[in-house]
């Protein structure tokens, strides 16, 4: 049996969703207009990631949901899964980064702004499930990579032309 000492990290993919405990580390990539909702608990080192992809599962076109896809399951079904791997409930906080408008577009639809939408539904449903939001990288227009580790609770954030930042 080989122990691995390094961090290993859990990669979720876009409209998925894992939990992990220190020493492991979790990542995502391709954060558009996508949201990417961390949600951890500081004192028992658990966190768990949500790459939500869209604001409401009324836009759901088919019978069978994506619970991760979107930021109104998403974030509910990610609470339950934290929960479920030892999280205590009042001490849930999230970290949230992503939302970016990726095109500029010269139509007012609010159906081309779904990187917004996505802060605004990500928000709304943290909100109604008192979880605080301790740090926030949310909007402009370039792609984003996060990972956050459990162990410090700090979430690096890699955006494209920006550089990196740690919150």
Same mark, same amino acid.
Not at 105 to 117: A, V
């Given at each position: #049996?080989? &122990?691995?000492?390094?961090?290993? &990290?859990?990669?979720?993919?876009? *409209?998925?969703?894992? &939990? ?17 909702? !961390? ?6 080192? !658990?966190? /768990? ?10 836009? /759901?076109?088919?019978e069978s949901i994506n619970e991760a896809k979107f930021a109104d399951t998403g974030v509910v079904a990610l609470v339950n899964l934290v929960k479920l791997q030892g999280a205590g ?8 980064? /992503?939302? *970016? ?10 159906? #081309?702004?779904? @990187?917004?939408?996505?802060?605004? *539904? ?11 939001? !301790? *740090?926030?990288?949310?909007? @402009?227009?370039?792609?984003?990579? !996060? ?12 955006? &494209?032309?920006? @550089?990196?930042?740690?919150?």
């Open positions: #049996m080989i &122990v691995s000492h390094g961090n290993e &990290v859990v990669k979720v993919g876009i *409209a998925q969703m894992d &939990v992990v405990k220190t020493p492991k580390t979790i990542r995502t990539s391709g954060l558009g207009s996508c949201v990417g909702v !961390i949600i951890y608990d500081e004192s028992k080192k !658990i966190a /768990g990631l949500v790459h939500v992809m869209l604001p409401d599962s009324s836009l /759901g076109r088919t409930s009042f001490k849930l906080k999230a970290k949230i980064a /992503g939302g *970016a408008q990726m095109f500029q577009f010269t139509s007012d639809k609010s159906s #081309m702004r779904i @990187g917004p939408r996505n802060v605004e *539904a990500v928000k709304e449903q943290l909100r109604k499930l008192k979880i605080p939001i !301790i *740090a926030e990288d949310t909007g @402009g227009n370039s792609g984003r990579t !996060i990972e956050f580790n459990p162990e410090t609770s700090m979430l690096n954030i890699r955006t &494209v032309n920006r @550089g990196v930042s740690d919150i």
